[in-house]
Nanobody, 115 residues
Framework: QVQLVESGGGLVQPGGSLRLSCAAS????????MGWYRQAPGKQRELVAT???????DYADSVRGRFTIARDNAKSTVALQMNSLKSEDTAVYYC?????????WGQGTQVTVSS
């Protein structure tokens, strides 16, 4: 079955950096649009960044210029490089894979930005 497994979350000080990674299995990875979403306590899940099959990227306004999404089809992975982190970036970050009606989620990884 399809599995998306995130890693790389943790505690970081404001202004710091983290790199999240998502490893996919059970799917033809190159056919899927991939994305990162996040959910802070008491808030709805929101889109952070997406990358299409062809590599086109899109970002939420709140992270544009600070975060970078990239995919490696040979390794079936998608990464999110997060720089200049702010306290408001604190959330559980989820990996997403989407192809037509198929929509898969990882279990999430916690990112906490605090001094």
């Amino acid at each position: 079955q399809v599995q998306l497994v995130e890693s790389g979350g943790g505690l970081v000080q404001p202004g710091g950096s983290l790199r999240l990674s998502c490893a996919a299995s059970g799917m033809i990875f190159s056919r899927y649009a991939m994305g990162w979403y996040r959910q802070a306590p008491g808030k709805q899940r929101e889109l952070v960044a997406t990358i299409s099959r062809s590599g086109q990227t899109d970002y939420a306004d709140s992270v544009r210029g600070r975060f970078t999404i990239a995919r490696d089809n040979a390794k079936s992975t998608v990464a999110l490089q997060m720089n200049s982190l702010k306290s408001e970036d604190t959330a559980v970050y989820y990996c997403n894979g989407r192809l037509n009606e198929r929509n898969y989620w990882g279990q999430g990884t916690q990112v906490t930005v605090s001094s």
